[in-house]
């Protein structure tokens, strides 16, 4: 059964920058559209970028300009570069995987951005 499985949070200050990892296991990694997501405290788990299998990009507005989506397919790894940080970016960040209608997900990792 596929695994993802992400690393890189961290407790930071506004203004910082930070890049997350999502390991891949035991699935076509190439094949999936792979995406982060987050959740706030109280909130719902809200999509923040999205990358095709060929490299296609899409961001929430909020990130735009700051955050930017990448993958290396022959390595299986999603990265989320996190630049000019700010506290409302603190969240759980999770890696998600999608291929022909089913979802794969990582566990998360904790961001927080606080001074």
């Known amino acids: 059964q596929g695994q993802l499985k992400e690393s890189g949070g961290a407790l930071v200050h506004p203004g910082e920058s930070l890049r997350l990892s999502c390991v891949a296991s035991?699935?076509?990694?190439?094949?999936?559209?792979m995406s982060w997501y987050r959740q706030r405290p109280g909130e719902r788990r809200a999509l923040v970028a999205s990358i095709s299998t060929y490299q296609s990009t899409t961001y929430a507005d909020s990130v735009k300009g700051r955050f930017t989506i990448s993958r290396d397919d022959a390595n299986k790894i999603l990265y989320l570069q996190m630049n000019n940080l700010k506290p409302e970016d603190t969240a759980v960040y999770y890696c998600?995987?999608?291929?022909?209608?089913?979802?794969?997900w990582g566990q998360g990792t904790q961001v927080t951005v606080s001074s």
């Open positions: 035991n699935l076509i990694f190439g094949a999936f559209v």
């Open positions: 998600s995987g999608r291929l022909d209608g089913n979802d794969i």
